[in-house]
């Protein structure tokens, strides 16, 4: 029935949907203690033309979805596009986080041509379309000469794929290339011409500092966003996520800063740990944890004994300091994470599990909706559901949490600028000659 309804050119409406508070402008209805209101949202040329509380008298309900959840089209703020779905021809050999370096950089310079990673970035867009996902950030490896390869890539990809999901694109180096500083004033001036953000990975290397007010500097006179992948280790001496809310503050950046990971805070003291966030709560820095990758690499042992923590990073005490956390897919079936999808339903629903977003729910929906917007700095439609914008959003056959948390929803209609798209995921084996 509903998607009949969908197909209709003229327009169509789902009566008695239920919308979460945290992707309404203004919620009207009477919302339960999980946030969900019962709403009739009208769908008119391919927008949202009213969106209203439900009758009460279920009779009057023409086009009843029973309760059904909408979500909005999912954000994704943290992927690496261009490592996705090498696992076939390289796969991590124990686990390891240092065996998943080895392993991408051995394949990188084998294997990572521009048609090799066009295919599989296409691939891996065409996967997360389908899932229902509206924005990305990826990461690209921009390691000499790897740089030179992917970033044209990424513009061609970006452009071919206007309208259906909105792109952007992090440089992604060892924070120790920032040394050469010839070269790296080169890859700034490419961000800056590609419309780019300027990333690295931080680590506690000697001239930290030094380094980071370099790409502090860099971004200012280029006049681009920062993104980090920070302490993703157990190893409680990794605070580079305050050095860089330092390098902020000594710096006045005014700029958007994302940083991802930040696992060895939950390592710290608390007094130390906390100290750090509230030095982060004072600059425009969000933090996306990648809870699925985390899970997987972290404390990953090789000695037959039982992994003893999670990996994810300190979100509950972030979010009570007001800094906007998101989670994000990360890495998918490569070294770095055998698994994934980049379906962000599946990512928001593991989240929940090892996160603990519930009892309450409260905002932690946000996390996949406009919370990672606000770190993208894309418009904050994109994160909820609107009169008068795009008609951008997601119905499930799940009625709550706990039943849409529960099963993989495989049967959820997506629907774009007012109209079903075709969700079929693509098959693995239009990978497969790049795999031999």
Known sequence: MAKELVTRNFGFTLSRVRLHASWLAAPSAIHDADGFGLYDIEVVDGRIGSIVPAAADVRRAENDMRGRIVTPCFTDCHTHLDK?????????PDGTFIGALDSVGEDRAAQWSAEDIAARMEFGLKCAYAHGTRAIRTHLDSIAPQETISWPVFERLRESWVGRIELQAACLLGIEGVRDADWFETLARRMAGAGGVLGAVTYMVADLDELLDRMFRAAIDHGLDLDFHADETDDANARSLRHIADAAARHGFEGRILVGHCCSLARQPDAEALATLDAVAAQNISVVSLPLCNLYLQDRRTDGTTPRWRGVTLVHEMAARGITVAVASDNTRDPFYAYGD?????????????CHFDHPVGDWPKTVFANAVAAMGLDEVHGRVAVGEPADMILYEGRSWTELLSRPEANRIVIRNGALIDSTIPAYDELDHLME
């Open 342 to 354: 980049l379906d962000m339903l599946e990512v928001y629903r593991m989240a929940t599990r090892i």
């Open 84 to 92: 996705g779905h090498i696992w076939p021809r390289k796969p991590n």
